[in-house]
C-alpha cells in the first residue's frame, strides 16, 4: 500500500532555533518527493522537489534530504522565523501504469515557532 | 498569472442540499486535481483529470460527488445530497503537462461546512 508517514505530528520551537522534519514513505515506483508549506487557511505552497538521483535540495533556509534507499525524506528549517509557523506536508508522486503522476500525501507537521 | 481560483472561498449548506464548488485552473496547466482536507485524514486526493479527461476517480468517496471538468478552464466537483460528515475544506490544483518536477499549484480552497 502507497503510504507517507510524518513525523513529529507536532513541533514547538523558539524562534531562532532549527528543527527537523522526518517523512517515510512507501509509494511504488517512486518518482520524486516534494515538501509542501501551508499556512493556515491557505492551499499548500511548494518548497522543494526531488527526484531519485538527488539527495539534497535548498531553498533558503528549506533543506530537505532524500534517502531513496531507505524511503526517508528530512527537511531541515535553519534560523526559524515566526513566519515558518504552518503545517509541512511531505508530498510522494509515483508513475502510474497510464503514464499519470499520483501524488500520496502526509498528514503533516504542525510547526508553531514562539518568540 | 492569477494562479488556481477556486469558488466560493466559504460555503455552508444544509443537509441534504446539493453543493458544487468550481475551480479554475492555471491557463496551460493539462493536469487538475480535487482534493479534500479534515483535520482527522489530512489531504485525500479524490480525482484527478489529465486534458479533462478523468483519469482516477477511486478517491471519491461515494456516488454523491460527481466532478467535471468540460473543458481546459473551468472544473466542478459536486456533492448531491450533501452529509454533515462531507465538511471539510476542499482543494484545487493544478499542473503542468509532465513531469509535476514543478509541482502542483493549489488554490486557496472552499470551506464546506454542512449543518
Known amino acids: 500500500k502507497n503510504q507517507v508517514e510524518q513525523s513529529p505530528q507536532s513541533l514547538i520551537i523558539l524562534e531562532g532555533k532549527n528543527c527537523t522534519l522526518q517523512?517515510?514513505?512507501?509509494?511504488?515506483?517512486?518518482?520524486?518527493l516534494r515538501w509542501y508549506k501551508q499556512d493556515t487557511g491557505r492551499g499548500p505552497v511548494s518548497l522543494t522537489i526531488?527526484?531519485?538521483?538527488?539527495n539534497t535540495k535548498s531553498n533558503g533556509r528549506y533543506t530537505a534530504t532524500l534517502d531513496a534507499d531507505t524511503k526517508q525524506s528530512s527537511l531541515h528549517i535553519t534560523a526559524s522565523q515566526l513566519s515558518d509557523s504552518a503545517s509541512y506536508i511531505c508530498?510522494?508522486?509515483?508513475?502510474?501504469?497510464?503514464?499519470?503522476?499520483?501524488?500520496?500525501f502526509g498528514r503533516g507537521t504542525s510547526l508553531i515557532v514562539h518568540p | 498569472d492569477a494562479g488556481v481560483i477556486q469558488s466560493p472561498r466559504h460555503e455552508v449548506t444544509e443537509m441534504g442540499q446539493e453543493v458544487t464548488l468550481r475551480c479554475k485552473p492555471i491557463?496551460?496547466?493539462?493536469?487538475l486535481f480535487w482534493y479534500r482536507q479534515t483535520m482527522m485524514r489530512g489531504l485525500e486526493l479524490l480525482i484527478y483529470?489529465?486534458?479533462?479527461?478523468?483519469?482516477?476517480d477511486s478517491g471519491m468517496p461515494e456516488d454523491r460527488f460527481s466532478a467535471k471538468m468540460p473543458n481546459a478552464s473551468f472544473s466542478t466537483l459536486k456533492i448531491q445530497p450533501s452529509e454533515p460528515r462531507d465538511s471539510a475544506v476542499y482543494f484545487c490544483?493544478?499542473?503542468?503537462?509532465?513531469?509535476?518536477?514543478?509541482?502542483?499549484?493549489f488554490g486557496s480552497g472552499t470551506r464546506l461546512t454542512v449543518v
Open positions: 490544483a493544478s499542473s503542468r503537462p509532465g513531469p509535476p518536477l514543478h509541482g502542483y499549484t
Open positions: 517523512c517515510n514513505y512507501t509509494v511504488s515506483p517512486f518518482s520524486n
Open positions: 526531488m527526484t531519485f538521483s538527488e
Open positions: 508530498v510522494v508522486s509515483r508513475l502510474s501504469s497510464g503514464g499519470s503522476y499520483i501524488p500520496t
Open positions: 491557463s496551460g496547466h493539462n493536469s
Open positions: 483529470f489529465n486534458n479533462n479527461v478523468p483519469i482516477d
